[in-house]
């Protein structure tokens, strides 16, 4: 497990208790002696205004093919959270090397690193 790779997990709810099987993308590999991985919600769903920390990734293109997803999605960096490496249900693929960096860019800007 490593940044980039995309999984289905077990993802929290923000606003109601509960969780929900849905993408992630990797942002850490294991942490702790519990090991825990940050990872950054995936929906299928585009919101009508994209955010700065958000990015479209479309399955169709040759870019984005290796991630697996099934649908034109969006990556919402914004959408954090910490959890049980056990709620990594299945890998489903990776983004390649430049969406990587413009992820890191993404990242970068919104925590104002």
Do not use: D, G, M, N
């Given at each position: 497990m490593q940044f980039g790779e995309i999984f289905?997990?077990?993802f929290p709810f923000g606003d109601v208790p509960g969780m929900k099987l849905r993408?992630?993308?990797l942002l850490t590999g294991l942490i702790g002696p519990?090991?825990?991985v940050l990872v950054a919600y995936i929906s299928s769903v585009t919101p009508q205004h994209l955010l700065p920390s958000d990015?479209?990734?479309d399955p169709s293109t040759?870019?984005?093919?290796s991630t697996n997803l099934?649908?034109?999605s969006?990556?919402?960096?914004?959408k954090l959270a910490t959890i049980h490496f056990s709620s990594l249900t299945r890998y489903l693929g990776v983004i390649d090397s430049s969406t990587s960096s413009i992820v890191v860019s993404k990242l970068r800007s919104?925590?104002?690193l």
């Open positions: 289905l997990a077990q993408p992630v993308l519990v090991p825990e990015l479209t990734i040759s870019e984005f093919r099934k649908t034109v969006t990556l919402r960096l914004h919104l925590l104002a």
